[in-house]
């Protein structure tokens, strides 16, 4: 560890898991919340379900054409916080979100601004694949007809293809577009829902353990194009899975207790944590 990380963890890093269990104080992030060239922008981002607070004060960028994974134990607000991103917690009774995040400098939490146009700028990807109880074609099509993207059935076929060969699924399924989503393999099926979400053009990707359900085979080929989206996408991930973090992201950010505990270039987070917390959990000590 260099000296000045030294420091820092003797600063902030003296609270210890057990302490903030019990409500301990915690001082704040470590490491550097911003990126050049942010694609979304996270100020003091707060959300409580009803009395419980699940993130406090959290502020980080999601950086333009980068993965940054979101890591902590079960629990700790992960998937609290990528909800935040696309307004999916409006969904939820009795969840509030307080603080600033802007896409491209837009407010998302402007009164005025309506969440459906919004979640297709920032797509999301669940633990579970879910594809519509619809055909192959339908699946990738749906969003682009409710959204009005395509102006005729050649524009709409050629929208299909395109999104599915960018999820790198166009040569398993090409000749059976008509059949249902729901047969394909539980690999093919995450990379249909992916296709669909590329469908209605989004810039950011939000993904909440999107290889948890899959076999390594399959987790590999979602993890390659991960890598591949990057070059057109922003995207966000959730995952439990230290080694899918390291391969996947360039940068990570470490959640403890609803606490934004320390953020960093992945390697750097992984091979030299900042904060004694962050270490704790990638040694594998807790979580
Ligand atoms: N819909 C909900 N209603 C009430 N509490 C919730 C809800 N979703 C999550 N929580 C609570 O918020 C905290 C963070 O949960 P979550 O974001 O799912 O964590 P993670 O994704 O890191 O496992 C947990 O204590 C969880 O029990
Ligand atoms: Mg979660």
């Known amino acids: 560890m260099n000296a000045i990380a030294s420091e820092i963890v003797r600063d902030t890093g003296a609270v210890s898991a057990a302490d903030l269990a019990k409500g301990g104080h915690f001082s704040g992030t470590i490491g550097d919340i911003t990126t050049p060239n942010p694609r979304m ?4 981002v707060n959300v409580w379900y009803g009395d419980k607070h699940a993130i406090k004060d959290v502020s980080l960028d999601i950086g333009n054409h980068q993965v940054v994974a979101m890591i902590g134990p079960s629990g700790c607000g992960k998937s609290t916080f990528l909800r935040c991103l696309n307004r999916m917690n409006d969904t939820i009774d009795g969840c509030r979100v307080r603080g600033s995040i802007t896409l491209d400098g837009q407010e998302i939490y402007d009164k005025g601004l309506d969440p459906v146009p919004l979640r297709a700028q920032v797509g999301m990807v669940f633990q579970k694949p879910n594809p519509f ?6 699946n990738v099509a749906y969003g682009a007809r409710i959204h009005g993207l395509t102006n005729s059935k050649a524009e709409l076929d050629a929208l299909v293809e395109t999104s599915l060969r960018k999820a790198g699924l166009w040569n398993e399924v090409k000749d059976r577009l008509d059949q249902p989503g729901t047969g394909l393999s539980g690999g093919q099926q995450q990379r249909l829902c992916i296709a669909r979400t590329i469908a209605v053009s989004p810039e950011v990707i939000l993904m909440d353990e999107p290889c948890s359900a899959l076999d390594p085979i399959a987790t590999a080929i979602i993890e ?8 057109q996408y922003s995207i966000a991930i959730v995952t439990h899975s230290m080694q899918q973090a390291a391969r996947v992201s ?16 992945t390697t750097q987070v992984f091979t030299n944590p900042r904060h004694k917390l962050t270490e704790d959990y990638i040694t594998g000590r807790f979580g």
């Open 224 to 231: 390659e194009l991960i890598d591949e989206l990057r070059e």
């Open 133 to 138: 109880p619809k055909s192959i074609y339908e």
């Open 250 to 265: 360039q940068r990570t950010a470490y959640f403890h207790l609803g606490d934004l505990v320390e953020v960093g270039e």
């Open 41 to 44: 922008v996270c100020r003091e």
